[in-house]
């Protein structure tokens, strides 16, 4: 007799659980998720509010770790582990084995993320994977991406759900005052819907998001990448908006990608800033190389190095969960650590 599983279609139909039929005698369980929102903080994390642009650049300056001096100079504190002579020709940048440990605990929080896009997606993630209307599950994808889930587990879609649209009414999310975003949005505070107008019309012109992000049928996952990473270089849609975008699409089942380089080199982008601080240098190429001999030699997909990146570089209040509660994958943690020399 048919079985419905939790998204109340037929188990054999539903695409995210007639995969996993295999792994139900391993206790795997969907986790309920929260929506409560509250308009300053969410779990006790701060975001950035959409206002005036003042008070945003503010609370996002803030939330990062840092402050603003009467010059107007922002001020960014990273965390750093106390010196301790750790050298590893891996990371030359990193001088201590605690910041060796706190990278291996973000690529272990970082994959596991990712294996929980594919198989069993939190909040809006689900959603985008179960529409079985292409333009509006990828309309939603962009929209998680660019307003970016608040960090902590308590409600990290909320601000998302209520500012969301839909791709039929070819209206921009509504980010009215006081609407609080991630710490890896990519809104423009001064112009909260130039970016999401733009990416309508790059989908227009292609004739179809889906058309759009398949571009030739011919690419490989690693080339299609990069190359609709530039073409997506749209007003406002910074770095991190677009590689997490694209990431979500191939882990969520939404398009073949699969990044072989992070495109790091935006300046004040904070994956670029941290991998400068772990390699000790800042040309874009090597650091990409230097990445690139890390991922291998940690056998860590270079997909989860951007969050990793990103989240290795800020105070715990600030790191980005995307929405995720998954747990550090320990088996990853205790490779990286001994690849590291600190295992």
Request: charged share 25%.
């Amino acid at each position: 007799m048919p079985s419905f599983c939790r998204h109340g279609r037929f188990q054999q139909n539903c695409r995210i659980c007639s995969p996993k039929e295999a792994n139900a005698a391993a206790g795997t369980s969907p986790r309920p998720v929260s929506s409560k929102p509250d308009a300053a903080k969410v779990g006790g994390v701060p975001g950035r509010r959409v206002s005036d642009g003042t008070s945003s650049r503010r609370s996002s300056s803030s939330s990062g770790g840092g402050g603003r001096g009467s010059s107007g100079m922002v001020v960014r504190r990273q965390a750093r582990a106390v010196e301790d002579g750790y050298e590893n020709e891996l990371v030359p940048g990193l001088k201590a084995s605690g910041d060796a440990k706190r990278l291996a605990e973000e690529l272990a929080f970082a994959q596991a993320r990712l294996e929980e896009l594919r198989s069993d997606p939190p909040g809006l993630y689900a959603e985008v994977a179960l529409n079985e209307n292409p333009e509006e599950a990828l309309w939603l994808a962009f929209q998680i991406a660019h307003l970016s889930p608040l960090a902590g587990e308590d409600g990290p879609f909320a601000q998302i759900e209520s500012a969301r649209t839909t791709w039929e009414s070819g209206e921009p999310p509504r980010l009215g005052e006081g609407v609080v975003l991630g710490p890896r949005t990519t809104v423009d505070p001064k112009n909260p819907t130039r970016t999401s107008e733009a990416y309508r019309a790059w989908a227009g012109r292609a004739g179809s998001q889906q058309a759009a992000f398949q571009g030739e049928a011919a690419w490989l996952p690693a080339r299609r990448f990069g190359r609709v990473f530039e073409r997506l270089a749209l007003p406002g849609f910074a770095r991190a908006g677009r590689v997490e975008l694209l990431i979500s699409l191939g882990r969520l089942g939404l398009a073949e990608i699969e990044p072989t380089e992070l495109r790091l080199g935006d300046a004040d982008d904070g994956s670029t800033i941290a991998a400068k601080r772990i390699f000790g240098i800042g040309d874009t190429v090597l650091l990409e190389r230097r990445l690139a001999d890390l991922a291998e030699a940690v056998e860590v997909p270079l997909a989860a190095f951007d969050l990793a990146l990103f989240n290795f570089n800020q105070p715990t209040a600030a790191r980005a969960t995307m929405g995720s509660a998954a747990e550090p994958d320990a088996d990853v943690r205790a490779r990286v650590e001994r690849t590291l020399g600190v295992g």
